[in-house]
């Protein structure tokens, strides 16, 4: 079982940046692939980006060259870093882990976009 635990959203203006991490309740080291993905309102959760064990990592277009996802395995933490955000950045993360076969997902935290 892996718990997953976001912080670091909030109201930033146009341009800005933001730093999201993801903590779980267990090691990092050996789940397959971790990643970000994001809910605005009346739409489908979309991924935003993925980094596998291996050190792999894909993104949506619509960020690549502003966000950055990492991981530190030694505190069990992912981090999506945000750069040059824009309104259309608006939406929940949510923080996702593929461990065992199965998708597991923290509760999101909220990233809004507005001057």
């Known amino acids: 079982q892996v718990q997953l635990v976001e912080s670091g959203g909030g109201l930033v203006q146009p341009g800005g940046s933001l730093r999201l991490s993801c903590a779980a309740s267990r090691s990092i080291f050996d789940i397959n692939a971790m990643g970000w993905y994001r809910q605005a309102p009346g739409n489908q959760r979309e991924l935003v980006a993925t980094?596998?064990?291996?050190?792999?990592?894909k993104y949506a277009d619509s960020v690549k060259g502003r966000f950055t996802i990492s991981r530190d395995n030694a505190k069990n933490t992912v981090y999506l870093q945000m750069n040059s955000l824009k309104p259309e950045d608006t939406a929940v993360y949510y923080c996702n882990a593929n461990y065992i076969g199965l998708q597991w997902w923290g509760k999101g935290t909220l990233v809004t976009v507005s001057s």
């Open positions: 980094l596998t064990s291996a050190g792999t990592t």
